[in-house]
Nanobody, 118 residues
Framework: VQLQESEPGLLKPSQTLSLTCTVSGGSITTNYQYWSWIRQSPGKGLEWMGAIAQDGTTYYSPSLNNRTSISRDTSKNEYTLQLSSVTPEDTAIYYC???????????WGKGTLVTVAS
């Protein structure tokens, strides 16, 4: 299974971040898989942001204050993260990852650096 994040690059504060993860070698509709977004800010640990399950159910971290939305396009086998009202604190490397139920993430994208600056 391979995951590849899109590369949005530089954003300005208050903009909406949109990231797409394209999955190959496996289907995002396979049972018992949670297709997740995880980020790592400079000098900090990994932060789970949210996930979309095989049936389309979404889960979000409450720490992001309802700024997160995850959707999917099953015809393209990809899923998308939207993070609204970004600030410089959202600067991080963003990863998409597959998380099987009851287990930790087993497949990761390479990560994409998102910088928020005015």
């Amino acid at each position: 299974v391979q995951l590849q994040e899109s590369e949005p690059g530089l954003l300005k504060p208050s903009q909406t971040l949109s990231l797409t993860c394209t999955v190959s070698g496996g289907s995002i509709t396979t049972n018992y898989q949670y297709w997740s977004w995880i980020r790592q800010s400079p000098g900090k640990g990994l932060e789970w942001m949210g996930a979309i399950a095989q049936d389309g159910t979404t889960y979000y971290s409450p720490s992001l204050n309802n700024r997160t939305s995850i959707s999917r396009d099953t015809s393209k086998n990809e899923y998308t993260l939207q993070l609204s009202s970004v600030t410089p604190e959202d600067t991080a490397i963003y990863y998409c990852a597959r998380v099987p139920k009851y287990y930790g993430a087993d497949y990761w994208g390479k990560g994409t650096l998102v910088t928020v600056a005015s």
